[in-house]
T-cell receptor, first 111, second 114 residues
Framework: EDQVTQSPEALRLQEGESSSLNCSYT??????LFWYRQDPGKGPEFLFT???AGEEKEKERLKATLTKKESFLHITAPKPEDSATYLC????????????FGTGTRLKVLA | NAGVTQTPKFQVLKTGQSMTLQCAQD?????MSWYRQDPGMGLRLIHY???????DQGEVPNGYNVSRSTTEDFPLRLLSAAPSQTSVYFC?????????????FGPGTRLTVT
């Protein structure tokens, strides 16, 4: 069964303290892996798509990487405005139209 | 571009009542979907559509109905509301479902069933 697991569930960082969020996935074949940011009371907002192992993408203080089993979202020198829930999702080669989401990591960055 | 819009933002229903959650997108996206988000369970797919006139079930379809008569609109109907349907509902769209495109989400509808 296709599955996505995110860790940790919650993370508190001091401003400027870099860290990484993990997304482990089990799928029969990967079409794409997505990262989203979700602020309280709002819908998820797209960040990145990764397609194959070894791929990396960056946006401001965020960098997403992909291996055959997991993806990492690296946050470098975070600021309080980076506080949000970060969601990972995969689209498998089977069940083409379906996206499978993890439960997310709640990030709090303290000033 | 308004993106994906959802109405209402909040709704309280009594058990057994029916209602329709509205979703519209102005990006000419083929693929649209409905999710529910519950604490500790992530986003779960209820129904999806790959184009006007075509819909299919997701992971948790029971108690919900959808139709897609136009490209823009994808309403979700609760047939007879139950407390277990208390949740936050998100509508999303992407260019197509057959290629790997990101989804764009609406702002959500917070539904409480008493």
């Amino acid at each position: 069964e296709d599955q996505v697991t995110q860790s940790p569930e919650a993370l508190r960082l001091q401003e400027g303290e870099s860290s990484s969020l993990n997304c482990s996935y089990t799928v029969s074949g990967l079409r794409g892996l997505f990262w989203y940011r979700q602020d309280p009371g709002k819908g998820p907002e797209f960040l990145f798509t990764l397609y194959s192992a070894g791929e990396e993408k960056e946006k401001e203080r965020l960098k997403a990487t992909l291996t055959k089993k997991e993806s990492f979202l690296h946050i470098t020198a975070p600021k309080p405005e980076d506080s949000a829930t970060y969601l990972c999702a995969v689209q498998a080669t089977s069940g083409t139209y379906k996206y499978i989401f993890g439960t997310g990591t709640r990030l709090k960055v303290l000033a | 571009n308004a993106g994906v819009t959802q109405t209402p933002k909040f709704q309280v229903l009594k058990t057994g009542q029916s209602m329709t959650l509205q979703c519209a997108q102005d990006m000419n996206h083929e693929y649209m979907s409905w999710y529910r988000q519950d604490p500790g369970m992530g986003l779960r797919l209820i129904h999806y559509s790959v184009g006007a006139g075509i819909t299919d079930q997701g992971e948790v379809p029971n108690g919900y109905n959808v139709s897609r008569s136009t490209t823009e609109d994808f309403p979700l109907r609760l047939l007879s509301a139950a407390p277990s349907q208390t949740s936050v509902y998100f509508c999303a769209s992407s260019l197509t479902g057959t290629e790997t495109y990101e989804q764009y989400f609406g702002p959500g509808t917070r539904l409480t069933v008493t």
